[in-house]
């Protein structure tokens, strides 16, 4: 005789019916719609049946309705829109968001080659752009908020090209359609300093100077980000609305 084994526990997360509408329309050239509900008992049979009341179709509206506002959710506030925020647009598709940052102390990591250790050290103020899937960044000269006409300059870090983008080589990029504006920010924010810096992108150094040479002389101490270092790379603000 066979064995038959219960492999269900295998399939991912089961569902039970717990109810039902059934449509009913009359037939001519005008037409009624009747909706029944039913409640499904522990074999999943309809039983209970009664008109649907007011009170069930306000319950699968909001139901609706909550789903629905989820997916326009991208990049929506949690509450007053922060005033590191430049510009956002919340579309769900091409959603973008600039931000800026000011000097700042961050954890950083480097791969063995570059003999710079990991550890704290001070990044100037700094623009950013991000998608879903990409993420842009510049250095700014103060900490005051930018304006349109504000200079941008290269940023003093590994992984960037000329224009600004950053490779994020191998870490998983996961933004979600719900995502506020605030989680988005933060969330590129720590996929950029949580990843390895590995080398330079482009035929020049992004400062006046030595790059590894910098972050050996600022990682684990304090001291400030020497500013008088940047490059500027001939963008303003406005260059990235």
Same mark, same amino acid.
């Given at each position: 005789m066979e064995t =038959?084994?219960?492999i269900t526990q295998d399939f991912g997360t089961l569902y039970h019916p717990k109810s039902a509408l059934v449509f009913y329309e009359t037939k001519g050239?005008?037409?009624d719609v009747y909706v029944e509900y039913f409640d499904m008992d522990k074999n999943g049979s309809p039983i209970n049946s009664h008109p649907l009341t007011v009170r069930e179709a306000n319950v699968l509206v !909001?139901?609706?309705r909550t789903e629905e506002d989820k997916d !326009?959710?991208?990049l929506k506030p949690s509450g007053i829109l922060p005033t +590191? =925020? $430049?510009h956002l647009n919340p579309s769900t598709e091409k959603g973008t968001v600039i931000w800026y940052t000011k000097a700042q102390q961050r954890q950083l990591f480097f791969v063995d080659s570059l003999q710079i250790p990991n550890g704290n050290a001070y990044v100037p103020p700094m623009v950013w752009k991000a998608s879903k899937n990409s993420l842009t960044v510049y250095a700014l000269a103060s900490d005051r908020r930018p304006t349109e006409k504000t200079p941008l300059y290269f940023t003093p870090f590994f992984n960037i090209y000329e224009d600004g983008k950053v490779c994020m080589g191998t870490v998983s990029i996961d933004t979600k359609n719900s995502a506020s504006v605030e989680k988005f920010v933060c969330a590129w924010e720590n996929y950029f300093f949580n990843s390895y810096f590995s080398? $330079? $992108?482009g035929r020049n150094s992004p400062i006046k100077g030595n790059c590894v +040479? $910098?972050?050996k002389d600022l990682v684990n101490t304090d001291k400030p980000f020497p500013k008088e270092v940047l !490059? !500027? +790379?001939n963008k303003t603000l406005k260059n990235l609305l």
């Open positions: =038959i084994n219960d050239r005008t037409t !909001k139901a609706l !326009k959710a991208f +590191n =925020i $430049l080398h $330079l $992108l +040479n $910098l972050w !490059k !500027k +790379n």
